[in-house]
Every structure is written in structure tokens, then in C-alpha cells.
């Protein structure tokens, strides 16, 4: 059999031996292990993103559509904490997020509080407005 060479590492290996990547280059298998551990963690990454953001999307619920028994208060605060929870546990993912962990961080920051004053806007709609919550 004939040996290749692997395109990320330089290594030497057996043609039946070699895995195509991603972009179809002729990769060993450690080095597609490693690409396949970095796509999991950008995609563990990006679900940190989409759950501060879902905070967000809970909070703006809670305060002017519906809120019954503050469920979907909850639901955005738990979304806010496990966004805090994932980047204080997994200092890889604060890595990987870079520049877009403070941003992570300010959204679900801003849908924990829309999550926990939404109580009171709701009060103060119905109070002022006669606003029953439902658009």
C-alpha cells in the first residue's frame, strides 16, 4: 500500500488509513479528532450565545405578551443563569467565544433583569393602562 501525507500534520500514513476532512483533504486520524473536538466546542460556543440571547427573548415575553404564573419569567432567568453557569464552569468556551463572551454576558445580564422587573411592568401596565398582557 502506499503511504500520503496528511495535510494538517505532515505525518506519513497508509492511503487505508486516511479520513477525508471537512474541506476533503486526506487527514490522519488524530488530526480529525482534533477538528472534529474544535467544531463540537464552537458549536457548545454558539449555544452559549443563542441561550443569553433567549433570555433576552423570555424577558421581552414576560413583560409585555404573557407571564402566567411567572413561568416565563423563570424560563429567562434560568437561560441568563445557565449562560453564566457555562462560562464560569468551561473557561474553553470563554476562550473560544473571545470578544463575544462580554457580549454573551451583557445579553443575558439584560434578559435576567427584563426577566425579574417583568412582574412589575405587567403590575404597572395594568394599573395604569388597563394593559391585560396579551398583544
Given amino acids: 500500500m502506499s ?3 496528511c495535510a494538517r500534520c505532515g505525518d506519513f500514513i497508509e492511503s487505508s488509513d486516511a479520513l ?10 488524530g488530526c480529525n479528532a482534533k ?3 474544535a467544531t463540537g ?8 450565545l443563542s441561550a443569553s440571547g433567549t433570555s433576552v427573548v423570555f424577558g421581552l415575553a414576560a413583560c409585555f405578551v404573557l407571564n402566567p ?3 416565563v419569567s423563570a ?4 437561560s ?14 470563554r476562550a473560544r467565544l473571545g470578544a463575544r463572551a462580554p457580549i454573551a454576558i451583557g445579553v443575558a445580564a439584560f434578559g435576567l433583569v427584563l426577566s425579574l422587573v417583568a412582574p412589575f411592568v405587567m403590575f404597572a401596565l395594568r394599573l395604569l393602562t388597563g394593559y391585560s398582557g396579551v398583544l
Avoid: K, W
Fill in 69 to 71: 404564573c411567572l413561568a
Fill in 35 to 37: 477538528a472534529e473536538l
Fill in 41 to 48: 466546542e464552537e458549536r457548545a460556543a454558539a449555544a452559549i
Fill in 20 to 29: 477525508y476532512s471537512d474541506s476533503g483533504e486526506l487527514v490522519c486520524g
Fill in 75 to 78: 424560563f429567562g432567568v434560568a
Fill in 80 to 93: 441568563a443563569v445557565g449562560t453564566f453557569v457555562m462560562l464560569h464552569r468551561n473557561p474553553d468556551y
Fill in 3 to 5: 503511504q500520503v501525507p
